[in-house]
């Protein structure tokens, strides 16, 4: 099927449309203007994107559009004069598979421990919402059948990411919101949501996109800018080329890392297979990384990415029965989980979802030196100093006590990273680092990564749909199609030597 045909969506005259009107939307919470005084209109016949660093109020103006959160000013939606109720439809962000796990013991590891009746599966979850004939449609159309009847703790996150947004669709929203949609999204499934989102506009949906500049079905026809909670600018998409480009971050000094230096491999797979059931996730894989190399692991959603991920940094339970060696031990020989742990900095998209709700920013950072979800001991002085050192490089030290979970998707995807260097790992794990980060963050976070690996050798697995987001360090891939690796070399970006299902050791790039 091609991108966009098929769509089970409605046939509605371009007169269903109904304009929304803001005026002076403000919220405070705790004493604190989060937005202020928001007003614009957006007319029947036109879509809009909602641009902004991280932590300006785009979400918070989602959550006002669709009614779930407090304000004073105005919100209206109109037909003509005549004031309606529409259908409004907001799918936020994440979908924290955490909430959707039957059992009451929930801990990040559980969505590669879990037993196949702990989540409801796919078509489960979808048949509450809509008609059987409805639900294959969209799956067919995000390409999502052979998944019907698979739990959704065995799903990627780009696959949550998808079943997350055929749930609201079947709900057939006059509005519909849609926050960083296309993040964890791989470039096929991307390029099928465009298609779907120009075909929704153009059958009477109302389409508010929370995303960056790069990403913009051509159905939308303004955009807003939102800064520190105000309406910096809005306009037609046309006038996009004249904003100001975001300056470049000043580099800040960073707070100390030791040398990353192992003798001999830090990872090495020979024949490794991982199933669910009848279900391959890998398929013999043979990989071996060696200290300071840089790897990208690359893959369609669903092709196992992050479930390689998970054997190496302890979380898999099948690793125990792999040929699997790391940091020169066999994998189930005796070590324990923590000391494969403390030697890797781990960052995954879903991971802020299982700390608690009272935790602070400080201590998610200080947690790392334990690889726990809490800080359950003080830290010494000398740690104490190493957490504020690293707030300080993400310019989070004034956030330092607030809530964790106060802090935009971004912010806290920073405090994570900082967890993640806090120990002075040998290898960084991350699984798409930069997912709601803005483009200055994502930069900045791209720079930091080179320069660690520049200045202490540090070994890195990064996973990413986006080519932007790839350090440069980056010299080497395992790209995964349906489980079956394949490994190459990353001479020149054009300039690649490819070796199918064989092992590759390779040098310090």
Request: proline share 5%; hydrophobic share 40%.
């Amino acid at each position: 099927m091609e991108p966009g045909q098929g769509i089970p969506i409605r046939n509605i005259a371009m007169e269903a449309y109904c304009s929304i009107i803001l005026k002076n939307v403000t919220v405070q919470q705790a004493g604190k203007l989060l937005l202020n005084r928001i007003s614009f209109t957006l007319k029947a016949d036109e879509h809009l994107a909602v641009f902004g660093a991280s932590g300006s109020g785009k979400s918070l103006l989602a959550g006002v559009l669709k009614g779930i959160l407090s304000y004073t000013g105005s919100v209206e939606f109109k037909k003509g004069t005549q004031s309606v109720q529409p259908v409004v439809a907001y799918v936020p962000a994440m979908y924290p598979l955490r909430n959707q796990i039957h059992n009451t013991g929930r801990y990040y590891q559980q969505r590669f421990a879990s037993s196949a009746n702990e989540t409801a599966t796919v078509s489960e979850t979808l048949l509450k919402k809509g008609d059987a004939v409805t639900v294959f449609q969209w799956l067919e159309t995000f390409r999502l059948t052979h998944r019907s009847h698979t739990p959704l703790a065995r799903l990627s996150g780009g696959e949550l990411k998808k079943v997350q947004l055929v749930g609201h669709l079947l709900t057939h929203p006059d509005v519909l919101i849609l926050d960083r949609v296309f993040t964890g999204l791989d470039a096929g499934s991307r390029k099928i949501l465009h298609a779907v989102l120009n075909q929704l506009a153009s059958s009477g949906t109302r389409i508010i996109l929370i995303t960056d500049s790069h990403e913009l079905p051509v159905c939308i026809t303004h955009f807003a800018e939102l800064s520190e909670g105000a309406l910096v600018n809005y306009a037609p998409v046309e006038q996009l080329g004249f904003m100001q480009s975001i300056p470049a971050r000043r580099e800040a000094p960073l707070p100390e890392l030791k040398k990353a230096y192992h003798i001999g491999p830090l990872i090495s797979m020979k024949q490794v297979s991982i199933r669910h059931g009848n279900t391959t996730i890998l398929n013999n894989i043979n990989w071996q990384v060696n200290n300071g190399e840089c790897w990208l692991i690359k893959g369609c959603n669903g092709a196992g990415k992050s479930a390689l991920l998970s054997l190496i940094n302890g979380d898999h339970p099948q690793a125990y029965a792999q040929q699997i060696h790391l940091f020169g031990k066999r994998r189930g020989s005796g070590e324990s989980i923590w000391d494969i742990k403390r030697r890797i900095g781990f960052v995954a998209p879903d991971l802020q979802h299982f700390f608690d709700p009272g935790i602070t920013p400080a201590q998610v950072v200080g947690s790392g030196f334990f690889d726990a979800f809490g800080l359950c001991r003080k830290l010494d002085e000398a740690q104490a100093r190493k957490v504020t050192a690293w707030l300080r490089f993400f310019s989070l030290q004034d956030k330092a006590q607030l809530p964790f979970r106060s802090l935009s998707d971004g912010e806290q995807r920073l405090v994570l990273m900082a967890r993640a260097l806090i120990k002075d790992p040998l290898m960084l794990a991350l699984d798409e680092p930069c997912q709601g980060l803005d483009d200055s963050q994502s930069r900045m976070v791209i720079r930091l990564l080179e320069r660690i690996h520049s200045e202490t050798g540090m070994t890195l697995l990064f996973i990413s749909h986006y080519e932007d987001e790839i350090p440069a360090c980056v010299r080497h891939v395992i790209e995964l199609e349906q489980g079956i690796p394949t490994l190459y070399k990353k001479t020149m970006p054009s300039t690649i030597a490819k070796s199918k299902n064989q092992p590759l050791t390779l040098g310090l790039s």
